[in-house]
């Protein structure tokens, strides 16, 4: 797998897990906000596809967008949600279009304008993405609990056919000291999926040690997986 190829996967399995998000959302929900000076649920979904933009503009277009008011008074004009939606996934399949036609030296060649992630290499934008778009879904899942919904984890329905399928006993590796790592079903579900997707969990980080710059935040996603039997997912 090329570099691109990992980094596109990122995109779509974010692209997706935000969408399962606003899965539980109907048009008549676009207008809600908590208080008037939030985003709605249709200006956090617009403003996460216009930051999907704002990263790939920056990193491989003209540069990064700094007049912040405006992006978020262009996100804030956004009042379907199917707008917004139309708006995130124009947005996720053009990054996904520019990032995979990347050669490895471009995407490891330093952002040319560094106002922003000075020094870091192009490939560091999809952990920005990854990350942005990561912290509105939890906003949303929030906005969603507030107006009586329970949001959906895609995370969590991935991992619970793979607890009793055959990736679950995959890991640890049948070398692998019992005393050094032993993880639980559960936490051999969440290293099958992040293996799944082309990265490595925290407590397999620890074990073989490295990974890729690129992909720092990426485990952090499982972090709202709830224990079994300790609650529902809310994220």
């Not at 090329?2 to 996967?9: E, F, H, P, Q, W």
């Amino acid at each position: 797998m090329s570099t691109a190829d990992g980094l596109v996967k990122e995109l779509e399995s974010t692209l997706k897990f935000l969408e399962t998000t606003l899965s539980v959302f109907e048009p008549a929900d676009a207008g809600f906000a908590p208080s008037p000076e939030l985003y709605t649920v249709a200006g956090h979904v617009g403003h996460a596809a216009d930051s999907v933009d704002w990263f790939i503009d920056g990193a491989f277009g003209d540069g990064w967008d700094m007049d912040f008011d405006a992006l978020i008074l262009k996100a804030k004009a956004v009042t379907s949600l199917e707008e917004a939606t139309n708006w995130l996934r124009r947005a996720f399949a053009n990054a996904i279009k520019v990032v995979g036609a990347a050669s490895d030296e471009e995407l490891f060649e330093p952002i040319p304008d560094a106002q922003i992630m000075g020094g870091a290499p192009r490939a560091a934008l999809v952990s920005g993405i990854v990350d942005h778009t990561a912290h509105h879904r939890g906003s949303l899942a929030v906005y969603a609990r507030l107006i009586g919904k329970v949001p959906r984890c895609r995370t969590l329905e991935l991992v619970v056919p793979i607890i009793n399928g055959p990736l679950a006993m995959s890991f640890p590796p049948a070398d692998m000291p019992s005393r050094t790592f032993a993880p639980r079903p559960f936490a051999q579900a969440v290293m099958a999926v992040s293996r799944h997707q082309g990265v490595q969990s925290a407590p397999e980080r620890r074990w073989w040690g490295g990974y890729s710059a690129t992909h720092t935040n990426v485990p952090s996603r499982f972090s709202n997986l709830p224990r079994p039997g300790k609650g529902k997912c809310t994220a």
